[in-house]
């Protein structure tokens, strides 16, 4: 298992924690290397998240993780939350599905924007994984 190099957590529970995770996204994205764009869609894909945990659930937590090897640069980004979790998680999914009166942008293009994004939601847990990678 490679070892972990940087690794912060991030309460998720007011605007500000958003603003909070999406800066240490972004700072972790550059340290390694990667470039602007890729610095601004992981910031873009925290901060739709962070936003929607605190909309749906009240609160959760936002892991930021360097889990680059000897082959890659890779950062993953665990959002968690105990909320209600998503009733139809396929709809969710679709582009223009929305049900707090958004475009229904949200999960669909935080999906677009990263590299692997993986979602499990049940009534009191929903959990959002994504990475952003890039060869060395």
């Known amino acids: 298992m490679p070892e ?3 690794s912060e957590r991030i309460p998720v529970r007011i605007a ?4 909070i995770a999406r800066r ?19 910031a873009t894909a925290v901060s739709e998240l962070a936003r929607n945990v605190i909309q749906y ?11 680059s ?4 640069r890779r950062i993953r980004v665990v959002v968690e939350d105990q909320g ?5 998680l396929g709809r969710a ?7 707090g009166g ?24 929903t959990c959002v994984t994504i990475v952003m990678a890039k060869p060395f």
Do not use: M, N, Y
Request: glycine share 16%; with cysteine.
């Open 102 to 125: 958004g475009l229904g942008a949200g999960l669909p293009g935080t999906r677009r924007l990263v590299d692997e994004f993986q979602i499990e939601s049940a009534p009191g847990r």
């Open 57 to 67: 659930a009240g609160e959760g937590v936002c892991l930021i993780e360097d889990r």
């Open 84 to 88: 209600p979790g998503i009733a139809d």
């Open 16 to 19: 500000t924690d958003i603003v």
């Open 24 to 42: 240490a996204a972004r700072e972790l994205c550059e340290r390694l290397g990667f470039g602007k764009a890729d610095q601004t869609r992981l």
């Open 69 to 72: 090897d000897g082959v890659s």
């Open 4 to 6: 972990l190099l940087v």
């Open 93 to 99: 999914l679709t582009d223009g599905f929305s049900t």
